[in-house]
């Protein structure tokens, strides 16, 4: 019985170990990506917008963005990466209390301009981190506009060889969770 549970060990780990090799072997090799200008719409969640003490809230929204190429090998010449500029408008809708006693509602235009450094780490599947600039058009009375650094960090499922359409998951500030389809 434990030369059975032994050599099932054994080919789970050469198993997992093909895997990881393989991916480590796509890392690692500059170019093998689809890099070209991409449009994704998609939806947005976030919470904790904050008028002021004791305001708090959660909105939901819709944005798009936009990948401009820049670099198609990016910096790091012996990785499978690429520059994108990713620019874009998220409209977001409002609503949360203000010490618990008045309900208020708020809409804003969050228009971010961030550098993505995109790392691609298997065929179907890539990661990256953002960072940039967020210029904020807050629709609430008295708010003015604003100007914040965007951070955000996400990912890719490619459904594809071509590497499009993909799937798009980001988190970040101050735009939330988005998750949309990259065409």
Sequence with gaps: MRTLHAIALCSALAALSGGVAEA?????????????????PHVLFDYGFNRGPGDYGGGFGAGIRFGIP????GPVPSINDSLVLSLGADFTWWS????????????????????????YLAPAFSLFPE??????????????????????LGGRIHFSDGGYPALVIRVGFPMGLTAGIAF
């Design 70 to 73: 820049l670099m198609r090998n």
């Design 96 to 119: 949360g209390h203000h010490d618990q006693n008045s309900v208020w509602v708020a809409s804003d235009v969050v228009i971010p301009v961030m550098l993505q450094w995109n790392f």
């Design 131 to 152: 960072a940039g600039i967020a210029v904020a058009f807050p629709g609430c009375g008295g708010c003015g506009v604003y100007a914040a650094p965007g951070l955000a």
């Design 24 to 40: 480590q072997s796509y890392a690692g090799r500059p170019g093998q990506h689809v890099t070209r200008f991409d449009v994704e």
